[in-house]
């Protein structure tokens, strides 16, 4: 019986953890792409879970850099990798929409 309490205690303490994880809304990439086609463009709504914003930015303008490497898919979705970061781009609308996951952190930003 007490094997059980104590699993229930150590299953909640991870449950609300996991939930604790507090979203921050950080300050944008003011021209990451200065002199190219998208010069004055910035990475716009940038939120953050589970990491700084400081370390949400430098994930952002590393990830859409790449991003903008690659052909965009028929679909108007674009998936790739970045440093172990899964990201995935919605460029469908008048905005693209990007979500980096890795682990229990995710960064998301618009473009």
Not at 36 to 59: F, H, K, P, Q, W
């Amino acid at each position: 019986m007490l094997a059980v309490a104590v699993m229930c205690a150590l299953a909640t303490m991870g449950a609300v953890s996991a939930q604790g994880a507090v979203t921050r809304a950080c300050g944008p990439v003011v021209n990451p792409y200065p002199g190219t086609r998208y010069e004055g463009a910035d990475l716009t709504r940038i939120r953050a879970t589970g990491i700084s914003c400081v370390n949400a930015r430098r994930v952002a303008r590393g990830a859409h850099r790449k991003a903008l490497g690659l052909t965009p898919p028929a679909s108007g979705v674009r998936r790739l990798t970045w440093n172990g970061w899964r990201v995935t781009g919605d460029l469908r609308g008048a905005s693209d929409r990007y979500v980096a996951l890795r682990g229990a952190m995710t960064v998301s930003w618009r473009f």
